[in-house]
């Protein structure tokens, strides 16, 4: 395997993920995500450049601010890791082809709107609006999913359950799935095909499930609103761009449809 490619796959997601930790922080605030550079939330000094590596200068500077000591959040570095390791085993699977680059912009969008939605339990329209549009076009032109079926996902995504959140809270008087999650599912359709919103929605609804019964027993709550559903979407539709494509013809034959 290529892994001087991999290495460099690797550091190169650490410093996408970086970049995410900023739009994670700033987006929802409706803030610039380009000025002005980080700052302690502590004393709001500005981070040196040297201070600003991914993930090393959290372990050196021991997660405490250079200047004040206030305690830096784990989750900047964390971020930054699973970036880089998403960036890494998507070079390892695709290597250097198109769906390698609609996979980095794919999961860039996904881990984003991951930890957007835990923190806000929103799906910021700036990313999965222009995601639709670029999904689309990743995915008309990625040999495995074409024109046709990118097109489809994007109906289905957008147009069908867009439809089935509607019937929902007309009928329930109450919202079963957010429009937020409708147009992640319509941009994942641009990226992966109709399949692909299909065993998304199987896989996340699957997951969130059981994740939203563990929390209700241990709370004792109701499972209204217990956990959003964004991340497990993006659980889902992660699953299937390495896996999903098997999955979906053992399916089909297995039943023999
Ligand atoms: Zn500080």
């Known amino acids: 395997m290529a892994w001087p490619f991999v290495t460099v796959a690797a550091i190169f997601g ?12 700033r987006l929802p605030a409706d803030e610039s995500i380009v000025r002005p550079g980080s700052r302690c939330p502590g004393c709001g000094r500005p981070i040196a450049s040297h201070d600003n590596i991914p993930v090393l200068s959290y372990l050196l500077l021991r997660g405490r601010c250079r200047n004040c000591r206030t305690r830096i959040s784990i989750r900047y570095p964390l971020v930054e890791l699973l970036t880089a390791a998403a960036f890494a085993f998507s070079y390892h699977w ?10 980095l912009v794919l999961l860039s969008a996904l881990i984003a709107i991951t930890f957007i939605d835990l923190d806000h339990r929103i799906i910021p329209n700036e990313i999965s609006l222009p995601g639709i549009p670029v999904g689309f076009l990743f995915g008309s032109m990625r040999p495995s999913v074409g024109f046709a079926d990118a097109g489809l996902g994007v109906l289905l995504g957008g147009g069908a359950l867009f439809a089935l959140a509607y019937g929902y809270e007309k009928i329930r008087g109450r919202e079963g799935m957010g429009m937020g999650d409708v147009k992640l599912l319509a941009m994942i359709g641009g990226f992966m095909g109709w399949q692909g919103v299909l065993v998304t929605l199987v896989v996340g609804s699957f997951v969130g499930s059981a994740v939203g019964i563990a929390f209700m027993i241990r709370e004792r709550g109701t499972l209204q609103y217990a956990v959003p559903f964004g991340p497990f979407l993006a659980l889902g539709a992660a699953f299937y761009l390495f896996w999903g494509a098997e999955l979906f013809e053992w399916y089909l034959q297995a039943t023999h449809l």
């Open 14 to 25: 650490a410093i996408i993920g970086s970049f995410l930790n900023v739009v994670i922080a």
């Open 94 to 103: 695709f290597g250097p082809t198109l769906d390698l680059a609609a996979a």
